[in-house]
């Protein structure tokens, strides 16, 4: 939702002489690092980028490995091939689809460097967990957090909980910057090599250079920056994201309401006093009778004018890039494979309102009369 502080701000950079390497990069990096409550945070190009970078920073290579959630998307585990190291995929807990954490210690081995955590959408893991696992076995933690602004453990803002965390400001996401990301960490040795590998690996930026055009190389790096068109959007969103939030939540509530007790249906969620979801959307997930129906529940979905969506359309082992260089079995990850071919994501967005949800849930319930 981009109104029209957003497009005075983009006109407000056409005018001036800097379209890269100036303010409104370091002004989004510090505003954000102030609304998640800390650490120190790096824009960067997407958040594919972020997840590269987390990995690229810890030097992994051939031989490495990293344990990385199968019900995620493709970018997550793409990231930890870029750098040459393996993936080894662990299934999903039923509940929340998040990462099944029973199953995390039987996938370590002596080449685990590190581990990632996939805050499914938006629906926080138990970081606590987590961590004592990392710390038990010396792994960095990577939290992939772009569906999860606004989620929380504790009171503690999803990114922070891990030794570094990355954010996607994408179209459909909780707030945007048209396309970006950030990543942050509580270590600022982390974040400042990230941010001087995000830039080629140059030793000084452009603003700590005493002559034009001078500086040296000092590392491996990337060209993975933010401009200041998508910073200068990112600071005035950022204004908005609590409004954004407040309103997702009120939407998913009202939509758990309706869809509550409905045979053979459940719903993925894991709010409660100590985890507090970012409600990127409400998935549902279809059993019994209606498990083989999504397709036809989908169209007729469609065709009443409700806008669903799936998450993801396979486990990544499934995939014909893993599954074939690896030689993976999806039915090694029954959790992921029933989310995946079984879920419903249902919109629960701030250009929405509580009336729209009565509307999306009589719809579903319409079609599963006509599906049974």
């Known amino acids: 939702m ?29 505003d954000f690092a102030d609304y998640i409550g800390g650490g ?3 824009t960067v190009a997407n958040c594919t980028a972020a997840l590269h970078l987390a990995y690229f920073q810890l030097g992994l290579g051939a031989g490495d490995e990293v344990i990385v959630p199968a019900q995620t998307h493709a970018a997550t585990a793409h990231a930890v091939e870029f750098t040459g190291a393996r993936p080894v995929f662990v299934d999903a807990e039923p509940d ?18 590190a581990l990632s955590v996939v805050h499914y959408l938006g629906m926080p893991v138990d970081m606590e967990r987590i961590m004592a696992l990392a710390h038990e076995y010396d792994l960095f ?11 929380r453990l504790d ?3 999803a ?3 891990g030794d570094c965390g990355t954010f996607s400001f994408y179209p459909v996401k909780h707030m945007t910057t048209a396309e970006g990301g950030m990543f942050v960490s509580r270590h600022s040795a982390v974040a400042e090599k990230a941010k001087r590998q995000k830039a080629f690996g140059l030793d000084r930026t452009v603003a700590e250079r005493t002559m034009p055009g001078i500086y040296d190389v000092t590392m491996l790096g990337f060209n993975y920056r933010m401009n200041e068109i998508q910073a200068a959007i990112g600071i005035e969103q950022l204004k908005r994201v609590d409004g954004f939030l407040a309103q997702r939540q009120t939407n998913f509530a009202a939509l758990s309401a309706a869809l509550a007790d409905i045979d053979g249906v459940r ?3 894991s709010s409660n006093g100590r985890f507090e979801s970012s409600h990127y959307c409400l998935a549902i997930v279809l059993t019994g009778a209606l498990a083989g129906k999504r397709p036809e529940i989908v169209a007729q979905l469609k065709a009443a004018g409700v806008g669903s969506s799936v998450y993801y359309p396979g486990p990544v082992p499934a995939l014909s890039y893993y599954r ?13 494979t029933t989310l995946s071919k079984q879920s419903i994501a249902l919109p629960v967005g701030p250009h929405l309102e509580p009336d729209d949800m009565h509307i999306i849930a009589e719809t579903l319930k319409k079609a599963i009369r006509n599906v049974r």
């Open 2 to 30: 981009l109104g029209d502080a957003e497009k005075a701000a983009v006109a407000e950079v056409l005018e001036s002489p800097m379209l890269v390497h100036g303010p409104r990069a370091d002004t989004f990096e510090a």
């Open 159 to 161: 990114g922070l909980l």
């Open 155 to 157: 009171g503690v803002h």
């Open 40 to 42: 120190h945070a790096v």
């Open 141 to 151: 933690v990577v939290e992939d957090a772009a569906l999860a602004i606004g989620t």
């Open 96 to 113: 929340t689809g998040n990462i099944d954490i029973e199953l995390i210690e039987d996938a370590i081995g002596p080449n685990t460097r």
């Open 324 to 336: 074939n260089k690896y030689g993976l079995d999806p039915e090694d990850f029954p959790v992921a």
């Open 267 to 269: 719903m993925l969620t």
